[in-house]
């Protein structure tokens, strides 16, 4: 039976954290179900040869009466995303049904199947924000019928963030916040129209579906340290498409996200860590009985479910590989080191400066490599053991290396301190599997950086080669802490107000001693999803990512600090960066820094000098770096894709358990 929790739509209440989290464990409830493992049969929709995803979500769903597959496709070399449309029948190739300089996502198909909707970025004079948006296309031919029309005056979502009604007149959707605003549900007509409010609230709202009995359900994050809250989860919620009160139709403790059936019968989502390589998911009915698990094969990714009809999901492969190559920061021909066969990974540099480190697979076991700069052979330095990695490795020197593995599926890490020469391995802590402990683990000069989290706190640690570990800031688990930036004894992390109006930079040392705000600044600067503060080498500037809602921009603030921890001058606004970038790196000189966002970028703090693309004249995205001693060269792996696919993965066996 479900269980309804009645909560008034329009109430005030406390503001929950809304950024991703991983998974924490199932929910208590359902740990003691025995469920089967399933294979759930694939087909392949479409594939060729030029069919290149260029590493970006893909998205797409399948019409009304099973003729016609419409999906989104990036182009990061025009900078880009369309829709194209293929016949599923093979008579022809797939065509661009939406053009030009923009980013066109998640088409959803209307029941009449002659028209979609879908999110774009072409009604915004920045090209910035995206806008619900329709498209007719003729069942017969597939071919657009009109131009895209804008539905929405209010920015929506940049994924499940709508549905169109059972009758194709209406469209609901989730305004995207800005400001510190609620999250809100709303209705439009299909046409466009007086949008009105239908749900409202703090926490966030994502992934309706309108199934026509009477109700629109949608999903809802849950975090620690609001509402009583212990631990991280989803909420599935309904409400009339009228308005009015909303009621909790279940509740998922340790689920991330997940996507409901068109009918709001069940419940799909993942088990596994987004980091984990092997692909887990589950389905379930709403009300919270577990039907199956199954895992995606190698190479797969799921892209949207409930979208080939009402059972099939869609998964993509790509054929790729990603070849080691060295480039001069100061111009000059860009080196090839390794062959285009694999999907090398560069990791750092030796000391000297004179071989490149790097991760590849050989016969499906990883390695460690290195790689003159040179050119000639390559050496192994070590072969990396049979369980699979979560996150990591990090890499000091050639010797040491810090990972963490699954300890407890879905619910602890382990993290491994391994010394190359010897072969001996310590484990340094056992944790938890949170985002916070997943995505902060580094190093910083002769030492490893860490997360660990303890019953009631979050701790950020330093790890030495000889397995001592220093705690440098510790943080109540009741809310998400902050990223550190750590330079020596000098720690350095900016906290948001609750509005994300402004920041303010914290300056303290090693140890729970008292902090110093020395700066506070308008906007949201080194918060959740952003970049850390990054210490350049001198000591004198400290860079981090400035989020700009009404730009909805990516920047680099960049502070001057002297040896008293005082602020210098104005701080540096680094405009004109990618839309998003990571992995902000300085140059051993201080006076500029690289981060990459599909291309690596070299930024000077010399405003009179122009931001400089250095992969200009590579043929595929780049997702990593790595820095020379010296800085005068940068190891880079641009993924070289050689054709992909798109697949059907049907769960109506599982569906009809």
Request: proline share 9%; with cysteine.
């Amino acid at each position: 039976m479900m269980h309804l929790d009645r909560v008034t739509g329009f109430s005030p209440l406390p503001l929950l954290l809304t950024a991703v989290v991983l998974v924490l464990s199932p929910a208590k409830e359902l740990q003691a179900q025995d469920i089967p493992v399933v294979e759930p049969p694939l087909s392949r929709l479409y594939g060729a040869d030029d069919l290149d995803f260029s590493g970006l979500f893909v998205s797409g769903a399948v019409s009304p009466d099973g003729h016609w597959l419409v999906y989104s496709r990036g182009e990061m070399e025009e900078e880009r995303m369309n829709l194209w449309i293929v016949p599923l029948d093979g008579s022809r190739e797939a065509e661009r049904i939406t053009t030009g300089q923009h980013w066109d996502a998640d088409p959803v198909w209307f029941p009449s199947g002659d028209r979609i909707a879908f999110r774009s970025s072409r009604f915004d004079p920045g090209g910035d924000f995206q806008y619900l948006s329709t498209l007719q296309l003729d069942p017969a031919t597939g071919r657009p019928t009109s131009v895209p029309r804008q539905a929405s005056l209010e920015i929506v979502t940049f994924s499940l963030g709508y549905q169109v009604s059972p009758d194709g007149q209406q469209i609901v959707y989730v305004k995207r916040p800005k400001d510190g605003d609620q999250r809100e549900l709303k209705v439009i007509p299909w046409n466009g129209g007086n949008a009105r409010t239908i749900w409202h609230h703090a926490r966030g709202v994502r992934a309706p579906v309108w199934p026509g009995d009477g109700y629109i359900y949608f999903l809802s994050p849950f975090a620690p340290g609001n509402d009583e809250v212990v631990e991280r989860g989803t909420e599935i919620w309904r409400v009339s498409p009228e308005g009015g009160e909303a009621e909790r139709v279940s509740r998922w403790p340790g689920i991330d996200g997940g996507r409901l059936s068109p009918d709001a019968r069940h419940f799909l989502y993942r088990v596994s860590p987004r980091a984990s390589e092997e692909a887990i998911y589950e389905l379930a009915t709403t009300d919270g009985r577990r039907l199956a698990s199954f895992v995606l094969p190698e190479n797969m990714t799921l892209s949207s479910c409930f979208t080939v009809g009402v059972a099939g999901c869609l998964a993509t492969t790509e054929d790729l590989a990603a070849p080691l190559k060295v480039i001069p920061l100061q111009g000059g021909p860009t080196r090839q080191i390794t062959e285009t066969r694999g999907h090398d990974w560069p990791a750092g540099w030796t000391a000297d400066g004179q071989e490149v480190l790097f991760e590849s697979e050989l016969n499906g076991t990883k390695a460690l490599w290195a790689a003159p700069l040179s050119g000639g052979p390559t050496r192994e330095i070590y072969r990396m053991p049979p369980e699979e990695w979560i996150y990591g490795p990090s890499l000091l020197g050639e010797r040491y290396i810090l990972y963490g593995m699954e300890a407890e599926p879905g619910q602890s890490v382990s993290l491994q301190l391994l010394d190359i020469q010897t072969g001996s391995e310590k484990e340094i802590t056992r944790t938890p599997w949170t985002d916070y402990t997943r995505y902060n683990s580094s190093r910083e000069g002769g030492r490893f950086l860490y997360a660990d989290h303890p019953e009631g706190l979050f701790e950020f640690r330093a790890l030495l080669p000889s397995g001592e570990s220093q705690l440098l800031r510790a943080f109540p688990d009741s809310t998400f802490p902050p990223i550190l930036g750590v330079q020596g004894d000098r720690i350095a992390y900016w906290v948001g107000s609750a509005s994300e109006e402004e920041s303010t930079l914290n300056l303290a040392g090693p140890g729970r001693e008292e902090s110093q705000p020395v700066l506070t600044f308008p906007g949201a600067v080194g918060q959740r999803g952003s970049n850390p503060p990054v210490w350049s080498p001198n000591g004198r500037y400290l860079a981090t990512g400035y989020w700009r809602l009404e730009t909805n921009q990516l920047d680099a603030l960049v502070v001057e600090i002297d040896a008293s921890d005082g602020v210098v001058g104005t701080p540096i606004v680094i405009e004109d960066l990618p839309e998003s970038w990571w992995s902000l790196e300085w140059l051993p000189s201080s006076d500029g820094f690289l981060v990459v966002s599909g291309d690596v970028w070299l930024a000077s703090l010399d405003s009179e000098v122009p931001l400089v693309k250095l992969t200009d004249d590579e043929p595929g995205p780049i997702w990593t770096y790595a820095l020379s001693p010296d800085g005068r060269y940068v190891a880079v792996a641009p993924e070289v894709r050689r054709g992909g696919s798109i697949w059907r993965l049907d769960l109506s066996e599982v569906l009809g358990r």
